[in-house]
T-cell receptor, first 111, second 111 residues
Framework: TQLLEQSPQFLSIQEGENLTVYCNSSSVFSSLQWYRQEPGEGPVLLVTVVTGGEVKKLKRLTFQFGDARKDSSLHITAAQPGDTGLYLCAGLTSGTYKYIFGTGTRLKVLA | DTEVTQTPKHLVMGMTNKKSLKCEQHMGHRAMYWYKQKAKKPPELMFVYSYEKLSINESVPSRFSPECPNSSLLNLHLHALQPEDSALYLC??????????FGPGTRLTVT
């Protein structure tokens, strides 16, 4: 069974602090997506990483795909209250339509 | 345009009612998905349609019946639901080996 473990599960930080969320698996994925979800809404796609070792930046967010394509991280610089939400990673195995979702990280940024 | 639409936004139904959830995408994606999400948990896959054919059923009870009338539409027919079926129901679409895009969800309450 493929699993994606995210850590930490919960994070409450002050505005302006930095943080890193991890997404780990023993399985290899052809690509990995990161989503942010607010309560009662659908997940919103932030980024897709495809190549081992790839780094992508989206304003204050930096995403990295592990060299072996088994893990990924999300780093937020100078967090803001608008970053509050549930962060989900989702891995895809090539040739399938089945995405494996991570366990989720709930982030709260206090003003 | 990366929009997936879902109707209704909210639905309250009794255990003897029959209702349907609707999803639409105009991105030309060949795969469409239904997920169920409980509070503070990641989405759980229910069904996958690829090229308008049911390709994955994650052992979902028969009181949930999916339908894909054409490549842009996906329905989920509900009948004789239980209170524990109350959840956020999410629709998503994707191309093969590409990222998923989610709709805003339908908040279902079964009374």
């Amino acid at each position: 069974t493929q699993l994606l473990e995210q850590s930490p599960q919960f994070l409450s930080i002050q505005e302006g602090e930095n943080l890193t969320v991890y997404c780990n698996s023993s399985s290899v994925f052809s690509s990995l997506q990161w989503y942010r979800q607010e309560p009662g809404e659908g997940p919103v796609l932030l980024v897709t990483v495809v190549t081992g070792g790839e780094v992508k930046k989206l304003k204050r967010l930096t995403f990295q795909f592990g060299d072996a394509r088994k893990d990924s991280s999300l780093h937020i610089t100078a967090a803001q209250p608008g970053d509050t939400g549930l962060y989900l990673c989702a891995g895809l195995t090539s040739g399938t339509y089945k995405y494996i979702f991570g366990t989720g990280t709930r982030l709260k940024v206090l003003a | 345009d990366t929009e997936v639409t879902q109707t209704p936004k909210h639905l309250v139904m009794g255990m003897t009612n029959k209702k349907s959830l609707k999803c639409e995408q105009h991105m030309g994606h060949r795969a469409m998905y239904w997920y169920k999400q409980k509070a503070k948990k990641p989405p759980e896959l229910m069904f996958v349609y690829s090229y308008e054919k049911l390709s994955i059923n994650e052992s979902v009870p028969s009181r949930f019946s999916p339908e894909c009338p054409n490549s842009s539409l996906l329905n989920l027919h509900l009948h004789a639901l239980q209170p524990e079926d109350s959840a956020l129901y999410l629709c998503a679409s994707s191309e093969l080996d590409s990222e998923q895009y989610f709709g805003p969800g339908t908040r279902l309450t079964v009374t």
